[in-house]
C-alpha cells in the first residue's frame, strides 16, 4: 500500500525563521515521484517540486529546498527566511505505479509577522 | 502559458439538485484527473481519462459520473447532490500520463451544497 505522512498538523513561526516541513512515504514501488504544493488561503494548488526515485540530489529554489533520503522515505521541505506570504498548506504527494496522486494530510503552516 | 480552465468557480445548489463541472485541460494535455476536497481535507482522486477513455476510478460516489470529450474537456456531473457533496472539485491535466506526467491543476470550482 502507498501513503504519505505529514505529520505536522500545524506549525506557527514568526516571519524570517527557519521552518522545515516532514514529510515520510511509503511504496513498494521501485520507481515513484515525489511532489510538494502550496494551498494558499484562496484555494489554488500551486505545484512546488517534482522528485523522482532515482533522483536523491537536494534542490534549492530560493528560499526554498527539499532534502529527500531514500533510506528514511522521507522528503522534507525547508523554507528559510520565512515571510508572511509562505502562509498555506502544504501537501506532499506521492505518484506510484498507479498513476494516482497519494496526498498526505497537510501541513498548515502560520507565518507571524 | 494557458493553464487548465474550470467552470463555475463557485456554485451552489440544494440538496437533490445536480450540478455539471466543467474542466478544460491544457493544450495537448490527454489525461484529465478530478478530485475532491472537503474542508480540512486532503485532495481525493475521484477518476481519471486518458484519450477519452476512463484510465482510473477512485472514490467516486454512484451518483456522480464523469467522461471526456473529442476535445479532450471534461464534464464532472453530480446527481441527487447531499450536504457531504459541498467540497472543493479540483481538475488536473498531464501529458504524457502515468509517473512522469506531472499533474497540473485548475482553480478548482468551489461547489456548496443547502
Known amino acids: 500500500a502507498q501513503k504519505v505522512t505529514q505529520a505536522q498538523t500545524e506549525i506557527s513561526v514568526v516571519e524570517k525563521e527557519d521552518v522545515t516541513l516532514d514529510c515520510v512515504y511509503e511504496t513498494r514501488d521501485t520507481t515513484y515521484y515525489l511532489f510538494w504544493y502550496k494551498q494558499p488561503p484562496s484555494g489554488e494548488l500551486v505545484f512546488l517540486i517534482r522528485r523522482n526515485s532515482f533522483d536523491e540530489q537536494n534542490e534549492i529554489s530560493g528560499r526554498y529546498s527539499w532534502n529527500f533520503q531514500k533510506s528514511t522515505s522521507s522528503f522534507n521541505f525547508t523554507i528559510t527566511a520565512s515571510q508572511v506570504v509562505d502562509s498555506a498548506v502544504y501537501f506532499c504527494a506521492l505518484s506510484g505505479s498507479n498513476y494516482q496522486l497519494i496526498w498526505g494530510a497537510g501541513t498548515k503552516l502560520i507565518i507571524k509577522p | 502559458a494557458a493553464g487548465v480552465i474550470q467552470s463555475p468557480r463557485h456554485l451552489i445548489k440544494e440538496k437533490r439538485e445536480t450540478a455539471t463541472l466543467k474542466c478544460y485541460p491544457i493544450p495537448r494535455h490527454d489525461t484529465v484527473y478530478w478530485y475532491q476536497q472537503g474542508p480540512g481535507q486532503d485532495p481525493q482522486f475521484l477518476i481519471s481519462?486518458?484519450?477519452?477513455?476512463?484510465?482510473d476510478k477512485g472514490s467516486i460516489p454512484d451518483r456522480f459520473s464523469a467522461q471526456q470529450f473529442s476535445d479532450y474537456h471534461s464534464e464532472l456531473n453530480m446527481s441527487s447532490l447531499e450536504l457531504g457533496d459541498s467540497a472543493l472539485y479540483f481538475c488536473a491535466s498531464s501529458s504524457p500520463p502515468g509517473l512522469a506526467g506531472e499533474q497540473f491543476f485548475g482553480p478548482g470550482t468551489r461547489l456548496t451544497v443547502l
Open positions: 481519462f486518458y484519450e477519452k477513455m476512463q484510465s
